[in-house]
Antibody
Framework: EVQLVESGGGLVQPGRSLRLSCAAS????????MHWVRQAPGKGLEWVSHITWNGGSTGYVASVKGRFTISRDNAKNSLYLQMNSLRPEDTALYYC????????????WGQGTQVTVSS | DIQMTQSPSSLSASVGDRVTITCQAS??????LSWYQQKPGKAPKLLIYDASNLEKGVPSRFSGSGSGTDFSFTISSLQPEDIATYYC????????FGPGTKVEIK
């Protein structure tokens, strides 16, 4: 059974940093791209970032480029999102999502970790 | 970036009704489109991928069609458990989601 378990969320002041983690199990982690998707309170889904199976390529939504860094440790079956210079508009539930081997839909989602940016 | 639009933003229908949601991409995305269902307090669930393929385990009353820029999603006979928000998503390029359609029972 595929499981994606996020952690690391919390309440943080504007301008500070936070690191999210996602522990993956139930599939061959290093075969697949991985993504972070967020959802602000009462709003829709927003794709945040992706990383290819070997970490060789990454992508970001424009609003987080230069502030967020996605990474992975295939030996630990783990995905990370380093979030720096956080802003109130980054407040959201952050989902860890399994991608595919090429252009692919998002077939498995974690339950999310809440990030709240407020003074 | 590829922009996705959806209509309607919300709808109310009776149990047993046929419900259709449309999704339009700002440029040609071939068939790289998926549909997700999100119930309150839950993570989204993949229903349809590659525009018209039903994900394993998803009831056959759900279907999708289209290619290029225009797509549709249909629930052939609305059930009470289908109350949710539905999102389209393109994955031809950096992924983007539509704004969602909230489906309610009349």
């Amino acid at each position: 059974e595929v499981q994606l378990v996020e952690s690391g969320g919390g309440l943080v002041q504007p301008g500070r940093s936070l690191r999210l983690s996602c522990a993956a199990s139930g599939f061959t982690f290093d075969d697949y791209a991985m993504h972070w998707v967020r959802q602000a309170p009462g709003k829709g889904l927003e794709w945040v970032s992706h990383i290819t199976w070997n970490g060789g390529s990454t992508g970001y939504v424009a609003s987080v480029k230069g502030r967020f860094t996605i990474s992975r440790d295939n030996a630990k079956n783990s995905l990370y999102l380093q979030m720096n210079s956080l802003r109130p508009e980054d407040t959201a539930l952050y989902y860890c999502v399994k991608g595919g081997q090429q252009l692919a839909p998002f077939d498995y989602w974690g339950q999310g970790t809440q990030v709240t940016v407020s003074s | 970036d590829i922009q996705m639009t959806q209509s309607p933003s919300s709808l109310s229908a009776s149990v047993g009704d046929r419900v259709t949601i449309t999704c339009q991409a700002s440029q040609d995305i071939d068939n790289y489109l998926s549909w997700y269902q999100q119930k309150p307090g839950k993570a989204p669930k993949l229903l349809i991928y590659d525009a018209s393929n039903l994900e394993k385990g998803v009831p056959s009353r759900f279907s999708g069609s289209g290619s290029g820029t225009d797509f549709s999603f249909t629930i052939s006979s609305l059930q009470p458990e289908d109350i949710a928000t539905y999102y389209c998503q393109q994955y031809d390029n950096l992924p983007t989601f539509g704004p969602g359609t909230k489906v309610e029972i009349k």
